[in-house]
């Protein structure tokens, strides 16, 4: 029993390396991040929210610097809404969501033409405390959970469509 499973796992794993699968994080030279998303400029975003979603933005896409020109711009359209939960019979509320919604569009610089876009939401929990200073401290906490949750997601889906589309984008170069 303990020769069959492992002569699956050796069969898998040969199989796994024969198929061209290549993780999109990895650290090789033929890395997304090496080549494509070094290459993306982030326009400012607006508030200071949109601020600190383009830091961790910057700090995702491009970990080892930005090339010296980028083809490509990043622009991002961030909302922000709160929605009261948990209400008690006075009707105060003691728990909030905080919905933040992202939309956004890469371009290319050379042509203006729109290479790809999408959206991205998430929703953060926080408590309503009787302490006001108390609920501004757990209010900034979700929203810097929210900040980060939405620069990983919209870092994810640029960069599989970056590592999808590589040779279309080649020949447009």
Excluded: H
């Excluded at 890395?31 to 995702?60: C, D, H, K, T, Y």
């Excluded at 961030?78 to 728990?95: C, D, F, M, W, Y």
């Excluded at 990983?152 to 960069?159: E, L, P, Q, R, Y």
């Amino acid at each position: 029993m303990l020769l069959l499973k492992k002569t699956v796992t050796v069969f898998s794993l040969l199989l796994l390396s024969g198929c061209g699968f290549q993780p999109i994080y990895g650290s090789g030279n033929n890395s997304v991040f090496r080549a494509e998303m070094r290459e993306i400029a982030i326009a400012p975003i607006e508030n200071r929210i949109g601020q600190q979603l383009r830091n961790e933005l910057e700090r995702r896409i491009t970990p080892k610097g930005r090339a010296r020109v980028s083809r490509y711009v990043l622009t991002v359209k961030l909302t922000e809404s709160k929605q009261g939960l948990a209400v008690k019979k006075s009707e105060i509320a003691t728990r909030a969501n905080l919905i933040l919604r992202a939309s956004y569009t890469v371009t290319r610089k050379s042509d203006g033409a729109n290479i790809t876009s999408g959206n991205s939401r998430m929703i953060t929990s926080y408590n309503i405390l009787t302490q006001t200073f108390a609920t501004l401290m757990a209010e900034k906490d979700a929203r810097k959970r929210g900040v980060r949750e939405i620069s990983v997601d919209i870092t994810s889906k640029v960069a599989a469509f970056f590592k999808l589309n590589r040779n279309k984008l080649a020949e447009a170069k």
